[in-house]
């Protein structure tokens, strides 16, 4: 897992597991991928591993259990650190588990191309699924035209936040498009309303970067449109050209300009993502916009998650122009079947009813990937106001640098772009650097 993808697990927090020989068992003598399904579900053992978060894979246990129970089945779930490369050295030892979550289409791809995962399309059911999910969402788990990776836990990453009380005391609107987020930005500049308008961090030790990576991925999807970011992710259009072009310049707008930044543009690249939103906390704010994931309100300080609806207001990212589809930038955990077994492929099956989710949703930062999912079932009114958000987008992209090659996705793309906010090189020469660093094929 990459780091775009990690900071909503605990691994960001640089919280790991111990994994013990019972952990690591693997799924038994049933039939490997593409086999035959062995035996009757009732009576069977099955096993999963992940790397979510313990709280949301103990929620999804708990929503499962009674399912599994009434189909005569035990489920044994295991969580895992790192699951993109413990799953590939497990399938070359022929020692897997039955079900597997990946957070990465790409390493979803690894293993279809190892003829070890098992096409669920005659396993789950298509057409309510389709009917049920989030648009796109089962599209980031298709591989040649079939679906390989049920996505379980969805995240959300295109939202803006901001203080609530300051919010409503100056009078200000949410955005409907991109030029009204800039005429935004000037009008809290010119009131004073706040130090500076946006708060900004992309540091993240070894990760640093990745926020950044975040904004252009929602920048290009909305200027460049669904096919231009599926194609610029598959490079196909370079990061050097007018399409993408346009979003860096769009986010140096927002983020470069005099005044526009807390602390100006020399400290964005070293301010730590997780403490970038705190000024907005002050009295007065020192900032009141704040770009990122769903899950950042469980960085903002603890008086503030403790009265999170009264003192949080959040926004989706708006669209190019008022009225335009509003793609959503996302990620999270696909469920890849690794053992064709009658057990596990009843599993897999009940993986995709959507009230599996219904403990997760209390308590953790989890998100259905179901569109029909019940929102009363997240707390809080900012919880429900993020997936309702979800629930309305046109389309969900997962994350552009979780599918790019990891030497530009981890790599270049963090690294230059890094160095181009810091003022260290221009953008024509962070471009064609990550240009260059893309794999031949």
Known sequence: MRAPTLFKTAAVLGVTMAMTTACLSGGGNNTSGGGT???????????IWTS?????MDGLQKGLEPMAQAAGITVKWSRVTNINQLIMTKIQAKDTPDIAFIPQPGVVGDIVARQVATPLDDVVDLASLKSSMIPG??????????????????????????????WDKAG??????????????????????????????????????WPLTDWIEDLVM??????GYNKWVKHELKFDSP??????????????????????????????????????????????????????????????????????????????????????LGGGDMAVLLHNSAGAREIMKLLGNKDVGNVAAGPTNFLSPHKDFDVTKYKGATAQAVAKYA???????????????????????????????????????????????????
């Open 37 to 47: 399904p062995s035996g009757q579900a009732s009576g069977s053992t099955v096993t």
């Open 52 to 56: 979510l978060d313990q709280v949301i």
């Open 137 to 166: 969402t089962l599209e980031a788990g298709t591989v040649n035209g079939k679906l390989y990776g049920l996505l379980i836990s969805a995240n959300a990453k295109s939202f803006v936040f901001y203080p609530k009380k300051a």
């Open 172 to 209: 200000y609107k949410v955005p409907t498009s991109l030029a009204e987020l800039e005429a935004l930005t000037d009008k809290i500049k010119a009131d004073k309303s706040a130090v500076a308008p946006w708060c900004q961090g992309i540091g993240s030790e070894a990760a640093t970067g």
């Open 222 to 227: 909305r200027q460049a449109g669904v096919d």
């Open 243 to 328: 399409e993408i072009r346009q979003a860096f310049d769009t986010y140096s707008k927002l983020a470069f300009t005099p005044g526009n930044t807390f602390g100006s543009r020399k400290s964005i690249a070293s301010t730590p993502f997780g403490t970038a939103a705190n000024p907005m906390f002050d009295s007065p704010p020192g900032c009141m916009l704040f770009k990122q994931g769903s899950f950042i309100t469980t960085f903002f300080p603890k008086n503030i998650q403790a009265n999170l609806d009264s003192e949080v207001g959040v926004f989706g990212f708006p669209p190019a122009k008022a009225g335009d589809p509003s793609p959503l």
């Open 391 to 441: 629930y309305s987008t046109s389309n969900f992209l997962f994350d552009g640098s979780d599918q790019m090659p990891g030497a530009v996705g981890a790599g270049t793309f963090w690294k230059d772009g890094t160095s181009w906010v810091a003022g260290q090189e221009s953008l024509d020469d962070a471009l064609t650097n990550i240009d260059k660093s893309w794999p031949s094929r």
